[in-house]
């Protein structure tokens, strides 16, 4: 599976990944964001959810205690679940998965969470904190790799 490795040194270079990605994903696509507390799951997230939909002010707030919040945008519907508070990994059938699986893109935080439910087919992105700034490494299909 194609390897990309990317320096993120500022917010900026997050959105612009963000964009890249957003224009590259297709409902039934997932993508696996990991990676330790603060390391930029959610900022890449918002980037990707903005870029979605056309609108740089889009309210995204960070689905810690919701666990999922769905975004209608016009490449269709964004899931973004947060598993962080997930105790097993059924429950994330009770919050749409299966449907968010079924016809949306889905932005995953927490993916280990979901245990045998993470689908094999995903764009992992791997957040770590490098210096000011993050690294991210993407794993997955070329088109989404290569941005």
Known sequence: MPTFS???PDEAATERLG????GRLRPRDVVALEGGLGAGK?????????AAAGDRALVVPSPTFTLVEVY?????????????????????????WEEARADGVVLVEWPE?????LPRERLKATLSIEGDGR??????????VNV
């Open 6 to 8: 990317l320096s993120l």
């Open 113 to 117: 969470r979901l245990g045998a439910l």
């Open 19 to 22: 964009a890249a990605l957003a």
């Open 72 to 96: 209608d945008t016009p490449r269709g519907a964004f899931w973004h679940f947060d598993l962080y508070r997930l105790d097993d990994p059924r429950q994330v059938l009770e919050l749409g």
């Open 42 to 50: 959610t900022t890449l997230a918002r980037a990707i959810l903005r």
């Open 135 to 144: 690294r991210i490494v993407l794993e997955g299909e070329d088109r989404l």
